[in-house]
């Protein structure tokens, strides 16, 4: 079978990487000369990056956002009986981590624009059960995370901030990870501060809790043999920590590549005219928000959006939808039995949405080729209805 070259990747971890490789070789070999490959000193130099970067107290470094969002659930003491709300449309690990302790989630609709958390929907979920919020920092821009924290306070409710796509983002200036009790970041290597492996990292501006989930991460151990919780083993090794240390200097420089590139797109796809009811939505910039573009994510109107992807593919251009099946219509958690009813723009941006090339070493050129054969799909459209 004759492959399709690539005129536009939907990513290229190499190709970002590259730069940086004598910087990661020098920072490996460290590691391996000093033989601690666990609990080394990158790794509270790390701890101590994030957590000055986002604004936190504390950061404790854990092996993935998906246990970082387990670890501040478990922390808290939620089990069987309690509620936790959280969007439908976000990656499994926003709700596995729920299910995983008995609890059940609550889903809250999204808005149109951002596809973050309805703050407004989020009020009308409240029950004397709810135990925790879950807001997601989706495709690298803040839900309204002021609002959500006043509705949260006002009812004693803590805030978990799922910040996985959304290092270096902001609301009103203060940083993700920084507003909830808990912050939880991932550093898959697809994610904007992205390592050669599986990382997590959680903050927090209490040093209670802090402790707390740094407990639960080393299988409740304190001291060696003796075990205060029933925790569990979610290390950041010292060479994911070494190599994200590297990472971490040149952060700020992707995000501005990833920001000129975002700005290409909605300068070149209004001057190509594809933005439009039955075409193009554009991404919506909060005013109060800094975005840092994780993802590029459009609506696709006119139920084209699956046609629309094909033909990308036959072009050679990358694309990717995140996300095709909401959680509620996840067969995993059929047993929850959710309609669906009350989460409209949940399942209207699941039929919608495409995700366009977006990474800090995509080219103009490339870019460009992105955004033809976007024009060129509506061409063909035009004349096969004609």
């Known amino acids: 079978m004759v492959q399709t070259p690539q005129n536009g990747p939907l990513l290229d971890v190499n190709r970002d990487n590259r730069p940086h490789r004598e910087e990661f070789i020098e920072a490996l070999t460290e590691v391996v000369d ?40 478990m922390a808290l003491g939620i089990g069987p009986g309690d ?15 729920v299910t995983r302790l008995g609890a059940t989630p609550i889903f809250a609709d999204i808005r149109p624009d951002t596809f973050n958390l309805d703050t407004d929907h989020l009020e009308q979920l409240i029950t004397d059960r709810t135990r925790a919020i879950i ?50 970041f991932s550093f898959y290597p697809t994610k904007n501060l992205g390592g ?14 802090a402790d707390r989930l740094r407990l639960f991460a080393g299988h409740g151990m304190r001291p060696r043999y003796y075990h205060q919780v029933v925790g569990i083993n979610s290390r950041l090794d010292t060479f994911q920590a070494a190599v994200l240390r590297v990472k971490m200097r040149h952060l700020d420089d992707a995000v501005q590549r990833r920001s000129a590139i975002a700005g290409r797109y909605m300068e070149w796809m209004e001057d190509q005219q594809l933005v439009g009811e039955d075409q193009i ?18 609506r696709v109107g006119g139920g084209q959006r699956d046609s629309m992807r094909a033909h990308l593919a036959e072009q050679g251009v990358g694309s990717e939808i995140y996300y095709p099946v909401p959680m509620h219509q ?25 995700n366009l090339p977006i990474f800090p070493g995509l080219t103009q050129e490339e870019q460009l080729r992105v955004v033809e054969c976007v024009a060129s799909f509506y061409q063909k459209s035009a004349r096969l209805a004609a």
């Open 34 to 73: 000093s033989g601690r490959f666990l609990f080394g000193p990158e790794v509270s130099a790390l701890e101590e990056e994030i957590a000055k970067y986002s604004q936190a107290d504390h950061a404790i470094g854990c092996a993935s956002g998906s246990d970082a969002l387990l670890l501040a659930l």
């Open 83 to 97: 509620e936790v709300i959280v969007p439908s449309f976000t990656f499994f690990a926003s709700v596995s981590c």
């Open 135 to 184: 807001p997601v920092h989706l495709f690298g821009q803040c839900a309204e995370i002021d609002r959500i924290c006043q509705i949260a306070a006002s009812r004693d409710i803590p805030v978990i901030e799922d910040a996985a796509q959304a290092i270096g983002a902001a609301y009103h200036s203060r940083p993700a990870g920084s507003w909830g009790l808990i912050g939880c």
């Open 281 to 298: 939505t554009l991404p919506y910039i909060d005013p109060n928000a800094f975005h840092v573009w994780n993802q590029f994510s459009i």
């Open 196 to 209: 050669m492996g599986d990382g997590g990292m959680m903050t927090s501006g209490d040093a209670e809790m």
């Open 330 to 354: 996840q067969e995993c958690f059929a047993f929850l039995g959710v309609d669906g009813s009350d989460l409209p723009e949940t399942e209207r941006a699941a039929a919608e949405i495409l």
